[in-house]
């Protein structure tokens, strides 16, 4: 628990953005979690790197949330204090125009939906992949969001990011690699004691898409999300795919798990790699199904799944 002291300079230092005591269930997607000690919303670098040494300093525990969009906090909530770039790490400009090539430097608050459709408003090609992925640029960039047409690798050229607590720098795309669906950060980026660095923005290479039809292309793949996945209260895939050729749903399906209720979360009917909160579900109804639907897979057909949403606190 945060000192009564460290609430006080967390208040001078941030004023009305930072909250205490604040409930997580409104800040994911799942609707469900305990409150954080303290979430922060930093105006800008400067303001974000003070904070970072603050918390450097007194050894206070911290965590950069995205959009909640792909996140699952447990009942009791978060130690520490929350770090949102939502507010002040937002912005989205055409950095550099080419020929054949435009540069666009999107912000880590930024709604990944909100880079798709300048995408699309300055007509360049590229992004559609990631119409309908919920969560931000900088979760989404942290996660390899994708899907079968594409993943953020595909198109990202670098990566603004600050060296905790206080050294700002940028992350070329020829050092940054990427698993399934993950960043991976080079050794020579990981600072001492294993910190990776805090992603401020993303520079993303697309192109001019000329006469190509971008809007219809981008209704046909939004009208396609909409009927092959859940409405409501979730937060995407629940579990990667072992493979490829291996999707999660399709082994939770056949296991016949689509519809399976625990509490108020329940896999979904449409999509069975997606658990939906059906209005009062609680985190442990979320994750007493999830290592259910991992026990049941296991038995039906000896696979092993692997969570794809990060599950934190306590």
């Known amino acids: 628990m945060l000192t009564s002291g460290f609430k006080k300079m967390l208040a001078e230092l941030l004023g009305e953005r930072v909250g205490f005591d604040v409930p997580m269930a409104a800040h994911t997607s799942f609707k469900v979690g305990g409150p954080a000690d303290a979430l922060a919303a930093p105006a800008d670098s400067r303001q974000l790197i003070d904070l970072m040494v603050m918390l450097e300093d007194s050894g206070v525990d911290w965590f950069v949330l995205g959009g909640g969009t792909n996140l699952l906090v447990k009942d009791s909530g978060i130690r520490g204090v ?7 790490f937002s912005k989205i400009k055409a950095e550099k125009t080419g020929r054949d090539s435009v540069l666009v430097h999107a912000g880590a608050g930024a709604r990944l939906s909100a880079l798709c ?3 699309l408003e300055n007509n360049l090609a590229g992004m559609n992949f990631a119409l309908g992925i919920p969560g931000t640029v900088g979760g989404a960039v942290i996660m390899n969001a994708g899907t079968g047409l ?15 607590p206080d050294k700002p720098g940028t992350v070329h795309g020829s050092r940054v690699c990427f698993d399934y669906r993950g960043l991976v950060w080079d050794d ?9 660095p805090i992603i401020l923005a993303g520079r993303f290479e697309l192109e001019p898409a000329g006469d190509r039809d ?10 396609w999300r909409r009927q092959s996945q859940p409405t409501g ?12 050729q291996i999707p999660a749903g399709k082994l939770i399906d056949q296991a016949g798990l689509k519809g399976l209720q625990i509490g108020d979360a329940q896999v979904s009917e449409v999509h069975a790699n997606f658990i939906v909160n059906l209005g009062r579900a609680s985190a442990s109804d979320i994750l007493r199904l999830t290592d259910t639907v991992r026990q049941k897979v296991l038995k039906a057909h000896g696979v092993e799944l692997e969570p794809e949403i990060k599950i934190i606190g306590e």
């Open 214 to 223: 971008q809007s219809a292309e981008a209704e046909s793949l939004q009208a």
């Open 117 to 119: 459709r300048y995408a």
């Open 82 to 88: 929350v770090i949102s770039l939502k507010q002040g």
């Open 150 to 164: 594409g993943t953020m690798e595909s198109v990202l050229a670098g990566i603004d990011v600050l060296y905790v």
């Open 233 to 244: 209260l979730s937060a995407g895939c629940v579990f990667k795919n072992p493979s490829p």
């Open 188 to 196: 020579s980026i990981i600072t001492e004691g294993g910190r990776a």
